[in-house]
């Protein structure tokens, strides 16, 4: 089972074919399909794909990715295939084209296997809320993966495809990351193109990968980062090179103090911390807490804001325009209600009826506005926080992965994002890294937040901070 794109290069520089290594995770994608991670499978354009990017290789003039398979969460239009955002109302709708990072990926002759299970539209933080059932997580199926990119994760956990992408609007790529063991990065806002990605919070959206390697998460961000005509918010900054870790900088790190005061974290997610925090400060890493008195603030700003841009976006989802029209309905009126109604799951329904509320005529000034100027300050404060320091520690979850409808009320759930909110927020990166091991058996991440753009450093503070904790 090829985990890597290192063990991928190695393969073929051994004889293998890309048509081989494809057909290997096509059987591992069928033999593992209890897990539900992924919603379809595109056996036959990954194949043609393969068999072009074979006759590349063996011609000399194959792209940087030759050979990876990656999979796709189902909210990433990809020209030709179904997308459905894991959602009744775009059951058999199929995309139109195909999105830029995906573009950019299959230009460098990755290989795209199909689309992969995520909470609908987006929302949630367990990979449940799928109109097409649950994802379990590889390493204990009694678990759920994470979400709301559960299927991309547990996708390159059980090693059913070289990577994967997903989206990251709360931390839906960093939580499921630390919940299955794998590598989970959300770039600056801005720096990879969401054209193509179906939107949930469009000022809080990233697409991010998830791999089974640090050089494998830098690789992609260099491919799919940069400028994009299609959309007017991806950076015209300069894309690094992300994959090549050359520092031997000693970083000042600040640990947020708050963030081990949150009620119901584990001990042992906070001994983990202690442990990343001693091995920087004995490799000469300057470690120090910082107050951030706002964290009890941010998951509530997060879903304010959030749902008033969710209950914008969706209303394109009308039963006239796009998707899922009820046929049961007479009239205009009845069709917008009927069609919503079925088409849409619960979790979407309660976010889009509070986004609604909050946008509502005698409630916007109290609680969109309120919570616009709350997110200002707290990029003031985190902005001041990497005046003075290069990188921000913190657990990625509160505990490893919880059950199966283990987390009944919706208030709890959201508290799951406890940990990851700030980053989009703030539009700052951050990337889980798979260093924690729980008694339980289970992974759980530790975080790396960066200043703006600075994902380059935050790649060579991970590369370090990894081998400084390992060893």
Same mark, same amino acid.
């Given at each position: ?29 069928? +033999? ?5 991670? %992924? ?12 068999k ?6 063996i ?19 990809y =020209? ?40 609908? %539209?987006?929302m ?5 809320? @799928? ?22 994760? +547990? ?13 990251? /609007? ?11 063991? /794998? ?17 949930y ?9 998830f &791999?089974?390697?640090l ?28 994959? $090549? ?8 790190? +600040? ?21 990343s ?12 807490f ?12 997060y ?24 046929? @049961? ?5 009845? !069709?917008y209600? =009927? ?16 986004? &609604?509320?909050?946008? @509502? ?10 919570? $616009? ?19 921000i520690?913190?657990?990625? !979850? ?21 940990? &990851? ?7 700052n ?32 503070? @991970?590369?370090i ?7």
């Amino acid at each position: 089972m090829l985990r890597t794109y290192a063990e991928v290069k190695q393969a073929i520089s051994s004889g293998d074919t890309v048509m081989s290594i494809l057909e290997g995770y096509l059987s591992a994608i069928e +033999a593992n399909k209890d897990l539900n991670a %992924f919603l379809e499978v595109f056996e036959e354009s990954a194949r043609a794909q393969a068999k072009l990017v074979d006759e590349k290789i063996i011609n000399g003039n194959a792209g940087r990715l030759a050979g990876m398979v990656i999979g796709l969460k189902d909210n990433m239009c990809y =020209k030709g295939h179904n997308v459905s955002a894991a959602s009744k109302i775009l059951f058999n709708f199929e995309s139109l084209f195909t999105g830029t990072a995906v573009e950019r990926l299959i230009a460098e002759d990755a290989i795209i296997i199909g689309r992969l299970n995520c909470d609908e %539209f987006a929302m949630g933080s367990s990979n449940e809320n @799928s109109a097409f059932g649950p994802v379990l997580n590889p390493i204990d199926k009694t678990k759920v993966p994470g979400g709301s990119s559960g299927g991309s994760a +547990a996708a390159v956990a059980a090693g059913l495809c070289t990577a994967s992408l997903g989206s990251d /609007t709360g931390g839906s790529i960093r939580q499921p990351a630390s919940f299955t063991g /794998t590598y989970g990065m959300k770039p600056t806002y801005g720096r990879i193109s969401r054209h193509g990605l179906i939107a949930y919070a469009s000022s809080f959206d990233q697409i991010g990968p998830f &791999t089974n390697s640090l050089e494998d998460n830098a690789l992609l961000l260099e491919i799919m980062a940069g400028t994009d005509d299609f959309d007017s918010t991806a950076s015209t900054k300069p894309v690094e090179k992300y994959a $090549q870790f050359q520092s031997d900088k000693k970083f000042k790190v +600040a640990v947020i103090k708050e963030s081990y005061e949150v009620e119901g974290i584990d001990a042992e997610v906070k001994a983990a911390l202690d442990g990343s925090i001693e091995a920087l400060k004995s490799a000469g890493h300057s470690v120090e807490f910082v107050s951030f008195p706002y964290l009890d603030y941010m998951v509530p700003t997060y879903y304010v804001l959030t749902t008033a841009e969710a209950s914008s976006n969706l209303s394109r989802f009308d039963g006239v325009h796009f998707g899922h029209r009820s046929e @049961s309905a007479k009239g205009v009126e009845e !069709t917008y209600k =009927k069609s919503r109604s079925e088409g849409f799951g619960p979790e979407v329904q309660r976010r889009i009826m509070a986004g &609604t509320f909050v946008l @509502s005529h005698g409630f916007y000034d109290a609680y969109y506005t309120k919570g $616009q100027k709350v997110r200002r300050v707290l990029q003031n404060k985190t902005n001041d926080i990497f005046k003075e320091y290069d990188m921000i520690l913190l657990p990625t !979850t509160p505990t490893p992965a919880f059950g199966i409808n283990a987390v009944k009320d919706p208030i709890s759930m959201y508290l799951q994002d406890i940990y &990851t909110v700030h980053a989009n927020l703030t539009g700052n990166p951050a990337i889980s890294l798979p260093l924690g091991k729980h008694s339980n058996g289970l992974p759980f991440g530790i975080q790396v937040i960066a200043n703006h753009f600075k994902e380059k450093e935050m790649f060579e503070f @991970s590369n370090i901070l990894e081998k400084t904790v390992t060893n």
